[in-house]
């Protein structure tokens, strides 16, 4: 089979063979959320018409994870009707299930793989689903293959030469999809319709936590996720350098929430941002070693790092001083309930976390400080770990990412180096709310959230 999707993105999952008598290939979407831009779906397309068949795309929105909620389902569902529209206008098909009790059975999921010759899926951090057909991952997430860095690396400075020597071969658009047949078969019972006008009633039916509300700010889908592009480009890029560690000057993209759904690819930003940077003369290298390095830096650790989130994946040097510290007194001391009720006697540290649960991520520079903070205030360093861990769950539209693994153990030594010894965080890098106010306008990010929280409204919309 003569491909463009290279063997170096592409895993077997399994020995399955094709399904004999399968009536289409199917791309089971489970991370990356979108048409444009996509390898795992190209490579389906392609298999489909190696194999004169149809494509159907299919995605599934399970209630049955502890923290499903009405932010998180709002947020898929808004996706969906573009979703669709998208992969009808190619003559893909398109089901989309939304099991609405935690006990509902996989049935009408297995009806659908059934009638699969063979199935392709993205490459992400969910478990190895166990078919009986042939089965691929599609590393569609990152501008250059996870597999072209085959080891795992321990900080920044180390992949950087490799992912920019590796470059000029990736940093390139992705061909567009054609399909030979268009998909004529109707799903009926099998997919949920969704529409802007039955989407509350949807979330409202599912068996999920109705007390976490959707983001105040962020809109689900494909079209939010372009124009939150756009925005960047036309009023942030150009200060992004010199302003993205002030959070109420709003110059970082904002784009995590859409990347983490996958409604945009990285590689598409940053093109997008290559191309922009190249017209208006801007210099776009600091957002560019953010997506790019920082990003596929997170990804290479969750991919080869044992055991990604707990303590066991920090270097030596960080296991040592976390253990030489662990009877310091700790004063002030917080429990997670504390935490998440933002109810600590720090007022920007209240902040940090009003905004995640408002918003559903918070600013980047504020973020070091809210986990820092955890980590000073908690009992341990694993319950500093887990109430993280906890917190992004619940409240993130960027959580439950290689991001996400890899910024909370960063909090505690992840591919930095050892700073001079202070208490509690022994040899870790340590913040402190007196360096937040001499760099950042601290008073207005705060007055912010508060008219955030006061009206469900931002302040500078
Ligand atoms: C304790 C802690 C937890 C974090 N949890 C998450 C998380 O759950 N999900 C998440 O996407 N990011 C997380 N980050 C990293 C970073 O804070 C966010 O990626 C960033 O703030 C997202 O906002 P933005 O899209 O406006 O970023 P921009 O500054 O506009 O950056 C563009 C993109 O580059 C990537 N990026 C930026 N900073 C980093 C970084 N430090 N490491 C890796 N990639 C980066 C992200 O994909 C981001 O969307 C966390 C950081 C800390 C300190």
Request: aromatic share 10%; net charge positive; proline share 5%.
């Amino acid at each position: 089979m003569n491909l463009t999707v290279m063997g170096e993105r592409v895993r077997a999952l399994n020995q399955q063979p094709i399904r004999e008598g399968g009536r289409y290939v199917l791309y089971w979407c489970r991370w990356n959320r979108r048409v444009a831009s996509n390898y795992a779906l190209l490579y389906a397309a392609e298999m489909a018409n190696h194999m004169n068949l149809p494509l159907v795309c299919l995605e599934r929105l399970s209630c049955a994870y502890p923290t499903a909620s009405d932010r998180f389902h709002t947020f898929v569902l808004e996706g969906v009707p573009e979703m669709q529209a998208r992969l009808h206008k190619l003559g893909a098909g398109y089901i989309f299930q939304l099991p609405r009790r935690k006990t509902t059975s996989d049935a009408r999921l297995r009806t659908v793989i059934q009638g699969a010759a063979a199935v392709v899926t993205d490459e992400c951090l969910r478990a190895t689903p166990r078919l009986d057909v042939q089965l691929h991952a599609v590393d569609a997430s990152c501008i250059v293959p996870l597999s072209k860095i085959p080891q795992r690396s321990y900080a920044a400075y180390s992949i950087r030469p490799k992912i920019h020597r590796l470059l000029p071969e990736f940093l390139r658009p992705v061909p567009g999809v054609e399909l030979r047949l268009p998909c004529r078969e109707t799903f009926g019972d099998l997919h949920t319709e969704v529409t802007a006008g039955n989407l509350a009633e949807l979330v409202a039916s599912c068996e999920i936590d109705h007390g976490i509300r959707p983001s105040t700010t962020f809109r689900g889908g494909r079209k939010a996720a372009e124009r939150t592009l756009r925005r960047f480009l036309e009023d942030r890029l150009r200060r992004y350098a010199r302003d993205k560690n002030e959070p109420s000057a709003h110059a970082t993209s904002d784009l995590s929430p859409y990347l983490h759904y996958g409604y945009i690819s990285s590689l598409e930003v940053a093109l997008a941002v290559r191309e922009h940077a190249r017209e208006h003369k801007l210099i776009a290298d600091e957002f560019l070693e953010e997506l790019i390095v920082r990003r596929e830096l997170a990804f290479n650790f969750t991919r080869y790092a044992d055991r990604h989130d707990t303590l066991d994946a920090l270097p030596d040097w960080a296991q040592k001083t976390i253990a030489a510290h662990r009877n310091d007194t700790r004063d002030p001391l917080y429990s997670r309930q504390q935490f998440e009720a933002a109810a600590t006697h720090d007022d920007l540290w209240n902040a940090t976390q009003k905004e995640l649960c408002l918003r559903g991520k918070i600013h980047g520079y504020y973020r070091m400080f809210w986990g820092k903070k955890i980590v000073e205030w908690s009992v341990s360093a694993s319950e500093a770990l887990a109430t993280m861990l906890y917190l992004h769950d619940r409240y993130a539209l960027d959580g439950d990412d290689p991001n996400t693994y890899t910024n909370i153990l960063w909090c505690f030594g992840l591919h930095d180096r050892p700073w001079p010894e202070r208490p509690i965080y022994g040899t870790i890098r340590s913040m402190v709310r007196s360096g937040m106010e001499r760099k950042t306008n601290v008073d207005a990010y705060i007055r912010e959230i508060e008219y955030l929280e006061r009206t469900g409204k931002e302040l500078t919309a």
